[in-house]
């Protein structure tokens, strides 16, 4: 979440940048509500010097009624002030928690739509056959036996695809270790704070997020909820950041809001394996830190050998905590257009705030830290990539260079 001393100090700012993103929030009206919050707290701070200051002169022998009257009407004034100093606390809280990040300065205004081509790499494909079709064909997907087990979306990989996805998880991490993340795996379900302070609402409308009944868990739809909850509470020595993560896990997702959206196949499902990036670093490392994590997911596209194109996301398609967020997407030579394959975000200090981590300063001082997230690889969605871009006329699968010593040295599958 923003700092509510940030956003009394930048209150205009704070709401054209809502705005831009598409959210509905009144920073008027959580101002307002803030110097109530403010005004109570030292009501209450006084109501208390008092009651402190009455118990002092009770002590020692016993006090005269007038003292003891006192004594009792203060509690009474003392219970109803902090009684409204907690619900207006909480209406504060309602309203910080949907406040999303500011963007910055070279963020591209409007919708999807809107977002701007950075750089493009390789030459477009054409003529492939679809990534279903090919792969039922080979006998390499099974969605309707995941369908009778777990419902529509959810799949079993089979044989030489089981193994091929296998290779492009060792590839990545072994490519994304080299350069200084250590490798972690996470746990698969979250607390709701955690969730939330990294920019989730598992319980909020149209969440794509699955929640355990019952219990303060849900179950994450990427590595980047525990990874950010990582060091929660935690203060950092300055000297040690930026520290770099990467996190291997299944995501689960319900895709809420995915209509209209391209879901076929392995493109968009309820549950898929991925590699995430992640960083904690100082202020001012972020933007180079953000810029390290899209060459590394470039890098690992271009020795698989897919052609691409980075897009620079627009202030309405970013999401709560990113200030900036890159896009690859991969061009498609069956639908001959680009399609999703991975992202990174520099998050600032969104989430750091919302789960209370610092940095000490070398000079004693203590200040949020910021984070970055960034996709190594999506490994459904990767598996759609190379079915359509290594297809051989005779059915074969030529086996990316890059990936062959994690295949058994295998050319073509």
């Given amino acids: 979440m923003l700092d509510i001393k940030f ?98 300065d070279d963020v591209p205004l409007g919708g999807e739509e809107d977002s701007v081509e950075i750089k493009a790499y390789g030459e477009h494909k054409t003529g492939a056959k679809d990534h279903l079709d090919y792969a039922v064909s080979r006998g390499w997907v099974d969605f309707e036996r995941g369908a009778k087990v777990a419902g529509a979306k959810f799949y079993y990989l089979k044989g030489d695809l089981a193994l091929l996805e296998n290779a492009v998880t060792q590839f990545a991490l072994n490519y994304v270790t080299k350069q200084g993340f250590t490798f972690m795996t996470v746990p698969h379900m979250v607390n709701m704070r955690t969730a939330e302070g990294a920019g989730f609402a598992p319980k909020g409308e149209g969440s794509n997020e699955y929640v355990v009944e019952g219990e303060d868990l849900t179950l994450i739809g990427t590595a980047e909820m525990p990874l950010t909850g990582y060091h929660a509470d935690e203060i950092l020595d300055e000297k040690d950041l930026p520290l770099l993560y990467t996190g291997y896990s299944p995501c689960y997702r319900k895709e809420a809001g995915a209509y209209g959206k391209h879901t076929r196949g392995l493109f968009r499902v309820h549950q898929f394996n991925k590699l995430e990036m992640y960083a904690f670093c100082l202020p001012e490392q972020s933007k180079e830190i953000h810029e390290k994590i899209l060459s590394i997911e470039e890098a690992l596209w271009q020795q698989i050998g897919i052609s691409y194109h980075v897009v620079n996301i627009a202030a309405g398609d970013l999401g709560a905590p990113a200030a900036k967020k890159y896009d690859i997407e991969y061009w498609s030579p069956v639908d001959e257009t680009y399609r999703e394959l991975t992202s990174c975000s520099n998050c600032t200090d969104y989430q750091a705030r919302g789960l209370n981590i610092r940095v000490r300063r070398a000079d004693g001082s203590i200040e949020s830290v910021h984070t970055l997230n960034g996709t190594a690889v999506s490994l459904a969605r990767s598996l759609v990539v190379i079915l359509e871009n290594f297809q051989n006329e005779d059915g074969s699968l030529t086996v990316p260079e890059v990936l062959r010593p994690y295949m058994g040295g295998r050319e073509r599958i």
């Fill in 7 to 104: 956003i009394r100090e930048h209150a205009d700012l704070v709401q054209k940048s809502a705005n831009d993103k598409g959210y509905t929030v009144d920073i008027a009206t959580l101002l307002q509500l803030d110097d109530e919050r403010r005004d109570l707290q030292k009501q209450v701070e006084a109501l208390r010097e008092q009651r402190n200051a009455i118990s002092a002169k009770m002590k020692g022998g016993r006090p005269d009624q007038e003292l003891i009257d006192q004594g009792k009407q203060l509690k009474i004034e003392l219970a109803e002030r902090e009684n409204y100093l907690k619900s207006t606390e909480e209406k504060v809280d309602a309203i910080l928690k949907n406040v999303p990040n500011i963007t910055f």
